[in-house]
C-alpha cells in the first residue's frame, strides 16, 4: 500500500467548533494540509510536546510513554489509515522483543503519542486527497483585489479587514508557522463572528 509521510506544522483554534482546535499537518513538500479537529486536552498535549514546554507532572501521553518504556516496548510509527464520515482512523504500530502489536487510536492521541517517541506519522494518497487542502503558493486575490500579506498586517488596525480577508492571513500565517501572529488573527476573527 502507498503511503505518504507527513509533518506536524502546529495548532490552531477551532472556528467550526467551539472549544475545540484544529491540529494542522503536511505532506513532506509542504504543498498539502490536512486538518484534524480534536478536543482542547489532547490539543494540550499535543502543544506541550510540540512546543517543548515542561510540565510539573506528567500528561496521560508521557505516562503511556514512560509506561511503554519501561515494558521495553516502543512505538515504531503512526498510520492514519481511514477517513469515514469525517472521522480520521489511526493505529499505532509498536515493537516488542518478540514481536510487532497494531493497536486502534484516535488520531490525536496517535499525534501526540508520535511526537513523543520521534515517530513518522504515516497516511494514505487516498486520504490526502479527500481531506488535503492544496496550498496555493501563488498570491491569492482577496476582495480588494490584492493579497494582504501577513507581515505587511500591523496588529493595531487588522479590526478594518474583513473576516475573509482575516481567514486568508489567519491560513498564511499558519503556514509559515508563526503561531502567535496566527492567534492574534484568531482572535480578531473570534471577536467579529
Known amino acids: 500500500m ?15 467548533q467551539a472549544g475545540a482546535y484544529a491540529l494542522m499537518l503536511s505532506n513532506e513538500d509542504g504543498s498539502h494540509r490536512i486538518p484534524i479537529v480534536i478536543g482542547m486536552s489532547e490539543a494540550q498535549s499535543i502543544a506541550v510536546q510540540f512546543e517543548k514546554i515542561p510540565t510539573q507532572r506528567p500528561l496521560t501521553h508521557d505516562l503511556v510513554k514512560t509506561l511503554a518504556d519501561e515494558m521495553n516496548v516502543s512505538l515504531k510509527e503512526v498510520f ?18 518478540e514481536k510487532m502489536i497494531k493497536i486502534d487510536a484516535r488520531t490525536s492521541d496517535a499525534v501526540a503519542l508520535a511526537l513523543r517517541y520521534k515517530c513518522p506519522i504515516f497516511s494514505t494518497p ?3 486527497e479527500k481531506a488535503g487542502i492544496l496550498v496555493d503558493q501563488g498570491k491569492l486575490d482577496t476582495e480588494k483585489g490584492k493579497a494582504i500579506s501577513v507581515e505587511e498586517c500591523q496588529m493595531e488596525s487588522i479590526q478594518n479587514y474583513s473576516i475573509r480577508e482575516l481567514s486568508r492571513m489567519l491560513s498564511e500565517a499558519i503556514q509559515n508557522e508563526n503561531y502567535e501572529k496566527a492567534s492574534e488573527i484568531r482572535d480578531v476573527i473570534k471577536n467579529k463572528s
Not at 2 to 16: D, F, I, T
Open 2 to 16: 502507498e503511503r505518504v509521510k507527513l509533518k506536524v506544522l502546529g495548532l490552531s483554534y477551532s472556528m467550526a
Open 80 to 97: 492514519i489509515f481511514r477517513l469515514e464520515s469525517g472521522i480520521f482512523y489511526s493505529e499505532l504500530l509498536f515493537q516488542t522483543d
Open 126 to 128: 487516498e486520504i490526502m
